[in-house]
């Protein structure tokens, strides 16, 4: 059993940065990827992004290439989305999910754990 609880949510600028943070507790979470997903009001639940537990590979959707970047620290058993060039579109709550598989990272039913979810609301 692995639970997730995250925090780093709030009120950013358009333009401004956010981080989240995804601490991670139960069974050790080594090998576990870690994934973040987002759902907007009236939206399915959209991929982020995602690491894995080996080699720390790392891919993200389209729209939030070269603006967030996820990462990991192993040894605290947290991970991160670091979410710079902020846009109102980014408004969502993020969840952040943990999972054992070598594929379909994108699919947010291939994950086994998941956070309560953080509001993240871009406005000026």
């Known amino acids: 059993q692995v639970h997730l609880v995250e925090s780093g949510g709030g009120l950013g600028q358009p333009g401004g940065s956010l981080r989240l943070s995804c601490q991670a507790s139960?069974?050790?979470?080594?090998?576990?990827?870690m994934g973040w997903f987002r759902q907007a009001p009236g939206k399915d639940r959209e991929f982020v992004a995602v690491?894995?537990?080996?080699?720390?590979?790392?891919y993200y959707s389209e729209s939030v290439k070269g603006r967030f970047t996820i990462s990991r620290d192993n040894a605290e058993n947290t991970a991160y989305l670091q979410m710079n060039s902020l846009k109102p579109e980014d408004t969502a709550v993020y969840y952040c999910?943990?999972?054992?598989?070598?594929?379909?990272?994108?699919?947010?039913?291939?994950?086994?754990?998941w956070g309560q979810g953080t509001q993240v609301t871009v406005s000026s």
């Open positions: 139960g069974t050790p979470y080594r090998n576990y990827a």
């Open positions: 999910a943990a999972g054992l598989f070598n594929r379909r990272f994108d699919d947010a039913t291939v994950y086994n754990y």
């Open positions: 690491i894995s537990g080996n080699y720390e590979v790392t």
